[in-house]
């Protein structure tokens, strides 16, 4: 279960650098706001639960810094929905 939680999320941080035109972590707000684009898509496409700290070391392994921290706002976040 974890490569492909992992393969996906990889996947989505492509497609999001992708939208922005970008092969790098640009400065400034475009960053910000492609972490919260990010975080959405992930938050569509895989369970919360299977966003474990393995997927999260995972992810830094293969270079996805930008969607480990789009992964880590989700797991922050969710200290606060309702059940």
Do not use: C
Request: glycine share 2%; charged share 35%; hydrophobic share 40%.
């Amino acid at each position: 279960m974890q490569k492909s939680v992992v393969a996906t999320i990889e996947q989505l941080e492509n497609d999001v650098y992708k939208k922005y035109d970008t092969d790098h972590k640009p400065r400034g707000k475009v960053w910000l706001y492609m972490v919260l684009d990010l975080a959405k898509l992930i938050a569509e496409k895989v369970d919360f639960d299977d966003i474990t700290e393995d997927v999260l070391e995972e992810l830094t392994t293969d270079n996805f810094h930008t969607a480990r921290h789009a992964a880590e706002a989700i797991l922050d976040l969710q200290k606060y929905i309702l059940p």
